[in-house]
């Protein structure tokens, strides 16, 4: 596979993922975080609508990457997927069960790796943009709960 399908493709790696998440997190969020104020924000409804927000920006950055014929943003963002995996796995250690989405993220954290590698051998500074991409994307999630939770507050 060339570096282009693999771009192409990476949204439904990304999906893959997400779905897991979706599938599980209703189960993990109140037997985990009962006295958390993560659960004060969360519902699945609440989780769907940021999945499905941050997928179109995923979808819009790749379609700005393809029509300027620059991956490098695109890049970073992919990158900051395989960083967040290790959140996934932090998760997992230190609440002493699994976190939804660890297993399909190290699988296509693994894909993206093999696929990225011989590519960023060459570009070691899209590493580090990669952590302030994956910054934005934390404040974007953390931001779009809020909004989320003032819009559709519990009453």
């Given at each position: 596979m060339n570096q282009l399908s693999f771009l192409l493709i990476f949204p439904s790696l990304f999906m893959i993922h997400e779905m897991e998440e979706i599938i599980l997190m209703p189960k993990f969020v109140p037997?985990?975080?009962?006295?958390?104020?993560?659960?004060?924000?969360?519902?699945?409804?609440?989780?769907?609508?940021?999945?499905?927000?941050?997928?179109?920006?995923?979808?819009?950055?790749?379609?700005?990457?393809?029509?300027?014929?620059?991956?490098?943003?695109?890049?970073?963002?992919?990158?900051?997927?395989?960083?967040?995996?290790?959140?996934?796995?932090?998760?997992?250690?230190?609440?002493?069960?699994?976190?939804?989405?660890?297993?399909?993220?190290?699988?296509?954290?693994?894909?993206?790796?093999?696929?990225?590698?011989?590519?960023?051998n060459h570009h070691h500074y899209l590493y580090l943009y990669s952590l302030l991409t994956l910054i934005i994307i934390m404040l974007n999630i953390l931001i779009s709960f809020i909004l989320l939770n003032t819009v559709f507050s519990r009453k």
């Open positions: 037997s985990k975080l009962e006295k958390n104020i993560i659960k004060d924000f969360y519902t699945p409804f609440k989780f769907n609508v940021v999945v499905l927000e941050e997928f179109l920006l995923l979808l819009t950055i790749l379609m700005f990457s393809i029509k300027y014929n620059n991956f490098m943003f695109y890049d970073t963002v992919i990158i900051a997927y395989i960083y967040h995996i290790f959140v996934h796995l932090f998760q997992t250690l230190l609440l002493k069960s699994y976190s939804p989405g660890l297993l399909s993220g190290i699988i296509s954290s693994l894909y993206c790796i093999s696929m990225m590698y011989p590519y960023l």
